[in-house]
């Protein structure tokens, strides 16, 4: 019976090594790839403290298994998990950080781009382009009521993490009326904007349109899809994420997306290999694939290469007060638009203004009303959950927007990053956190609105 026993423990024991070995070894590299990344950007890019993005950016099972190792001679960090799967990542002046790859890691360490001066200092300048707010506010707001409610969106110093909200910032009749940080934040603190840099890549794309140097409705024109049913694809596919383009979503997983964010040095490419599923236009799918194939679209429409480098900071970041934003890319210099930017929570209310004023920002015509109303507008397929590059409702039914006028929409970031723009409040909202788990976006919503005048 003895003897049973153990062999019965031993070949469960076996079976048990080889299920883990089947399932945790291939996705290992993409946990301490994702670590390692996020270790890197944030303390190097977003000036964080090693603890503070190990308890918030990198706390969700499984990257919280990784070990992040920080060399701050060397501009950066390696992961592992259990002392496996090794990932290295390096930081870049102006480019951000990058997963070594297949790219040698001297050439990455080489790299660099100086962001071009935006010509003026926020600090002498009155919101919105600048930081000098003005000293009266707009009337028949209940102020009272509106900071407790962005006191409770915080958790306090000495708490646990619960609501697990970063920062918080209003914006109502084009002005700042309320802002809130978690302690150790501020106002000019860098978060991880996620996929919400998929929207600021659709207003560079209307940029782009609105000069001539793109077309909406014709063919994408990519080499290797001249001999295929691709071929059909066109700028607005790929815009309402319509591409057609075999697809898997999944950040918890090996996906699609996790294997071109963490294992692709040319993530353009990793987009243009995938094969036709559907036909263009006729399903939508949502997909980090079709923002990084738009950012290469963005690229070869450009031509210059340091012209795309600077594009987002002179055509929209420096024309609206952005200041506090920067776009990272992967190793072939491509703008990662599914999920590389980081941006101060102020930032990302003035860039929700531009939408709120039909892409007019302090007199400047940064964007066409026209562009500003596709980018708002339903996309056919998608039974009117997203827009051109906006949600327009709560991906997860479990914070839908039943309490807000319909006209709202967002952009949405990975774990709770929001940027709400309703046009008949004249209200802006920024949210940023690093998960939605204990935190009604609906009611946060909600109680805001009720503290304005009818």
């Known amino acids: 019976m003895k003897k049973l026993i153990k062999r019965v423990l031993t070949f469960l024991l076996i079976a048990l090594v080889i299920v883990i070995t089947w399932f945790a070894w291939p996705r290992l590299p993409i946990i301490t790839a994702f670590a390692a990344k996020g270790m890197c950007s944030s303390v190097f890019l977003a000036d964080k403290s090693p603890e503070r993005v190990a308890a918030e950016d990198l706390s969700f099972f499984p990257i919280s298994l990784a070990k992040c190792k920080i060399d701050y001679e060397e501009k950066s960090v390696t992961a592992k998990v259990l002392g496996l799967a090794k990932r290295k990542v390096v930081f870049r002046e102006g480019l951000g950080a990058v997963i070594v790859l297949d790219k040698p890691e001297e050439e990455l360490m080489a790299d ?112 290797d899809w001249a001999g295929d049913d691709r071929k059909n694809i066109t ?37 243009t290999s995938c094969q036709l599923e559907h036909e263009p236009g006729t399903y939508w799918n949502y997909s980090s694939g079709d923002a990084n194939l738009l950012s290469g679209l963005l690229r070869t429409a450009i031509g210059d290469m340091n012209e795309y480098l600077g594009y987002a900071y002179t055509r929209l970041f420096h024309r609206i007060g952005m200041l506090n934003t920067t776009v990272e890319t992967d190793a072939s210099g491509l703008f990662v638009a599914s999920s590389y930017s980081y941006g101060s929570t102020r930032d990302w209310a003035r860039f929700g203004m531009l939408f709120l ?77 690093y998960s939605l788990s204990n935190f009604s976006v609906n009611d946060f919503l909600r109680d805001i609105i009720s503290t304005l005048p009818e």
């Open 112 to 223: 660099s781009f100086t962001i071009p001066d935006p010509g003026y200092s926020q600090d002498t300048i009155p919101w919105p382009k600048g930081d000098v707010l003005p000293e009266t506010l707009p009337e028949g707001v209940d102020y009272e009521k509106l900071n407790t409610i962005l006191d409770e969106a915080i958790d306090s110093p000495d708490a646990e993490p619960f609501k697990k909200t970063l920062g918080v910032a209003v914006v109502y009749n084009n002005e700042l009326i309320g802002e809130n940080y978690l302690d150790g934040y501020n106002a000019w603190t860098k978060f991880h904007g996620w996929s919400m840099t998929k929207t600021v890549t659709g207003a560079m794309a209307g940029a782009l349109v609105d000069e001539g140097r793109m077309d909406m409705d014709a063919p994408v024109n990519i080499p």
């Open 235 to 271: 700028l607005d596919n790929i815009i309402h994420m319509s591409s057609g383009l075999e697809w898997v979503e999944n950040y918890f997983t090996i996906s699609s997306a996790t294997v071109m964010l963490m294992q692709s040095d040319d993530m353009f490419t990793s987009v």
């Open 357 to 433: 004023n039909k892409g007019i920002f302090e007199s400047d015509t940064v964007l066409t009303t026209e562009w500003v109303e596709y980018m708002k507008s339903p996309v056919p397929a998608s039974d009117g959950q997203y827009a051109g590059t906006f949600w327009l409702q709560e991906p997860d039914p479990g914070n839908a927007l039943v309490d807000v006028p319909d006209d709202i929409f967002f952009a949405d970031g990975f774990l709770g990053q929001r940027v709400y723009v309703i046009p008949s409040r004249n209200l802006v909202v920024v949210r940023m956190g």
